[in-house]
């Protein structure tokens, strides 16, 4: 299987307990980039206990001010809060700073002014099947 490229930035969007954590989680495990990150910081709003299993994982409550060049950022379940400062990581920072970025998402078009930014900007969507949209 080919390997994701870094900087790069990924949405990863599924329904609630779809499975988008177990993914990523996985893909970091199995080192699905084609490099080797100095950091991984994942950005939670709500601590889990599998937090406590990870090793190599820096896990942080909120949006860093900052971020470390090299690194692999993931922002689980901030879909209420996009904001300015997770379209520019999209835009500006992945870039600039050789930062990837994984953005775990419930909806592909929630309504928020900084989304299409933030899409527009993805060089990789992982959609999950929702069981909604069987008929």
């Known amino acids: 299987m080919s390997k994701l490229k870094h900087p790069s930035c990924l949405l990863c969007v599924g329904a609630t307990q779809s499975g988008k954590t177990s993914l990523i989680r996985q893909m970091i495990a199995q080192k699905a980039y084609d490099y080797e990150f100095k950091n991984t910081i994942w950005c939670y709003k ?15 409550q909120g949006i ?4 470390e060049n090299e690194s692999l950022v993931i922002i689980d379940d901030w879909m209420s809060d996009l904001n300015g400062k997770i379209a520019e990581l999209f835009t500006v920072t992945s870039h600039h700073s050789r930062i990837s970025v994984i ?3 419930q909806n592909l078009f929630p309504r928020t002014k900084v989304m299409r930014d933030i899409s527009l900007n993805a060089q990789y969507i992982i959609l999950f099947k929702n069981n909604r949209d069987v008929g």
């Open 46 to 60: 709500a601590f889990q206990d599998w937090f406590f299993e990870e090793k190599g994982i820096s896990f942080v």
């Open 64 to 67: 860093p001010e900052n971020f």
């Open 103 to 105: 953005l775990i998402l």
